[in-house]
C-alpha cells in the first residue's frame, strides 16, 4: 500500500517531532505528551480509515475527510451511519495541526479531544459509547500488537485517549504548503503565479481586506487567524428569535444536554456558532475563520455548505455578508463585514489568487 505524497514525515530523533515543514508553513506544533514516532501515525492512519468504528460499520473518519477530495468530502454538510446528516460542512483536515481550536465552534482544544467525537455522534459515527470501537480494536490481533508496541499497554488497557493521540499523530502528518503563492511570496519566483493571481492577492490584503481574517505573514502564512466571526451566514433560519434559540439551548445544556450532539442535530442551535461554547452573547453566530489553503478543493463553503463556489464566497463579502445587496443583513455581524465595491475584474482576480493557494501533489492520492 503506497503512502500519500505529501506527507511531512521527517523526523527529529527520539523527540519524534516534524523537523521540517513545507514552504509557507511554519514547524508544526506536537504536544510534549504526545511525541511524533513512525509507528503511532501508522497506527493513527489505520484507525482513520477503519469504518467498523461505526454503528453500520460503513463509516469512518476519511469517509467525510477523504484523501482524494483534499480530506474533505465536498457535500454541504457530511453524511453519517445510515446516510444522515447533520448541520456542518467538513473542514479539511489538511494543516488541521496548525489550528488552535478544531470544529467551527471551537469546541475541541485539539485534535486528540476532537478525534473522540465523531464515532459516537448520532448522525456521525452512532455508536451509542466508545465501548464498541475498543472491543473491535482488542479482539483484533494486529491493533492490539500495534498498541503494545506504541502505548506499551495490555489489550484490556487500551483506551480512547490512546485511540485518540494516534488519530491526531497521524492527521498531523497532513500538511501541504508550497503553492504557488508561497513560491512567488516567500520563495521570490516572479513567475509562479500568473498576473491575474498577482493582482488578486493586491485585491487580497489591500481593497477586499481579505488578510484582515485570513492571516498572512512575514515567514509563513495560515490564512486563519484562528478568531471566530459571524459573516451572516446562516443567520436567516433564527433570525428574529435568536434569544429566544439561544436561552432554550443554555437550559438544555444546564440539564446535560451534549453540546457536540447538539449542534450536529438541532438545525437552529447550530446557527448560534461559537456561542454554544462561550455562552457570550456577542458571539452568537460566530464561526471560526477557515484557512484558506487549497480552498479551490474544498468547496462547498461555509460552516453550512451554503455556498457553492468560490464566485459566490466573493460575492457574498463583497456585498457585506448576503449573496445580494437586498437581502437582509444579520444584527450580530462582525464589525469588519461590509460592502468591498470591488468591481468585476477585481473579484474575477480574487478567485484566481484563492487558486494560487493550491498545494501540489493533492491529485496523486492513491485510493485504499
Known sequence: MKKKLFFVLVFAGLAGQLAAAPLGLPPVPIPEDNP???????LGDRLFHDTRFSAD??????????????????????????????TRNAPTVINAAYMKTLFWDGREPDLEGQAKQPFVNPVEGGLPDHKPLLAVI????????????????APADINMDHVARAIASFERTIVAGDSPFDRYYYGGDEK????????????????????????????????????FHNIGVGFKRIRGKEAEVAQRFLQAKRKGANVDVTVLTRANVSELGRFAVTENFTEVGAFKTPTLRNV??????????????????????????RLKETDPLSGFLSGGIRPL????GEKRDLVEFMKALTSPGLDRFTQR
Open 341 to 344: 465595491g470591488l468591481d468585476e
Open 138 to 153: 482488542r479482539g483484533d490481533r494486529d491493533y492490539v500488537k500495534a498498541f503494545r508496541e506504541v502505548f506499551g499497554v
Open 296 to 321: 479551490e478543493l474544498t468547496g462547498p463553503y461555509m460552516h453550512d455548505g451554503s455556498l457553492e463556489t468560490l464566485e459566490d464566497v466573493v460575492e457574498f463579502y463583497n456585498n457585506g455578508g
Open 57 to 86: 460499520g460503513k463509516v469512518s473518519c476519511a469517509s467525510c475527510h477523504s484523501q482524494d477530495k483534499a480530506f474533505t468530502d465536498n457535500l454541504p454538510v457530511s453524511k453519517g451511519f445510515n446516510g444522515l446528516t447533520g
Open 192 to 227: 509562479a503565479m500568473t498576473p491575474a493571481q498577482v493582482r488578486g492577492l493586491a485585491v487580497f490584503v489591500g481593497k477586499g481586506r481579505c488578510v484582515s481574517c485570513h492571516t498572512i505573514e512575514q515567514t509563513q502564512a495560515l490564512f486563519t487567524d484562528n478568531r
Open 36 to 42: 511524533q514516532t513512525p509507528a503511532k501515525i501508522a
